[in-house]
Structure formats: C-alpha cells, structure tokens
C-alpha cells in the first residue's frame, strides 16, 4: 500500500474510533454485528472499571473480580447476536456479571468464614435469604453451616428489637424494603435507617469471628 494511503487508513482508522465514543451502547451493539471491529473495544472500555467495581464490592476478593469481569465480556462476546436492542444494554451485561458474581458467592458459602464477609461486605448482593440446609452439601459441611446458623441467631438476637426485627426480614427472609415498611408499620426512610443501623451492628458483633 502506497505510504500516502497507509496514512490516510491510519486516519480513518483513529477517525472511526473517535466517532464510536459518540454512539449509544445499541448502536454500538448494531455497529459491531455490521462488522465494526473497535466497536467491542469501545464498550468493553466503557463497561470494565464499572464491572470490576461491581464484582468486587459483591464478592470482596479483586483478583477473582477481574477475572469475572473478563468471564463477563467473554459471554457478552459469545451472545452479543442475541442481545434486544429495545432493551438497555447495561442491564443486560450487569445480569451477567451479577449471576457470575452470586455463583461465586455460592461456591464459596461452605466456608463459615466467607459468608460472614458476605454478611458484612455485601448485603444488597443477593436478596435471596441465607440458605442453612441444602441436601448437595456433605453431611461435615451441613456441620458447619449448622453451627454457623446458630452463631448468626446468637448474634442476631444481640440486636435492638426494632433493628432485628427489619434485619431478620431482610437479610434472612429476603422480603424487599416496601414489604417490610409495609409488615412493621414505618416508613421506607425508616426501614432503610434501621437497617443500616442494625448491619453495622451485626458487623461489629461477628467482626471477632472473622479474625
């Protein structure tokens, strides 16, 4: 290729990259299926910090989140055909790394110690109460996930009556704020209150067992 067109390739090149950054996420969805190869670049740079950020506030461990992150963009690469454009892309690739991050989770929850992390780190991670008997486990794990249960009830009813009360509807029945505002008779503002009251509370109180 004559030098005077290389040149101008290497122009339209940087060119076509800068206009990328002026598209929405869909239509950097449509401008990579049509063959937009920094189309993929683009989003990847706009979602990774984001993701990483995300993955790690959930799971409390960065290197493992950087590797979630980079599971994420792999599946978003495998099914990007199937994406709704009608949809918002971000939910659709926080989905993903929200289910990669709550497998992690489960992986992880045999160790005592690393779902007290969870408790403490990550509360709105998974609104899913705390599971105590699963007949997957091996009978020594269902040992340990029994004697954790009764450290968590020993420390639960260590709480304020109104703060366990909002804490024991949303962290082990996994009721939403509004059912609880609606099931104790107080306001949202109030739910959310107590409830920031009573985690760190409950941090305090389990925070010896995780040294």
Do not use: C
Request: net charge positive; charged share 35%.
């Amino acid at each position: 290729m004559p030098k005077s067109l290389a040149v101008q390739h290497a122009k339209g090149e940087l060119r076509s990259r800068h206009e990328l950054k002026e598209l929405n996420d869909a239509e950097l969805v449509a401008e990579y299926l049509e063959g937009g190869r920094f189309a993929f670049q683009e989003l990847v740079g706009r979602y990774h910090d984001r993701l990483l950020n995300f993955i790690y506030r959930t799971i409390g461990d960065r290197d493992r989140s950087e590797d979630l992150v980079q599971e994420t963009f792999v599946r978003v690469y495998r099914h990007l055909h199937r994406f709704d454009p009608t949809k918002k892309f971000s939910t659709w690739i926080y989905t993903i790394a929200s289910n990669l991050a709550k497998n992690e989770l489960r992986n992880r929850s045999r160790n005592p110690m690393v779902l007290f992390q969870a408790i403490k780190k990550n509360w709105d991670a998974d609104h899913r109460p705390l599971q105590w008997e699963d007949r997957s486990y091996a009978p020594d794990d269902l040992f340990r996930k029994r004697h954790l249960r009764a450290q968590v009830e020993k420390a639960v009813e260590e709480l304020p009556e109104h703060h366990r009360v909002v804490f024991v509807l949303r962290e082990m029945e996994g009721k939403t704020y509004d059912e609880i505002s609606e099931i104790t008779g107080v306001t949202l503002g109030t739910v959310k209150s107590r409830l920031n009251r009573a985690r760190n509370k409950f941090a305090q109180i389990v925070a010896p067992m995780l040294e």
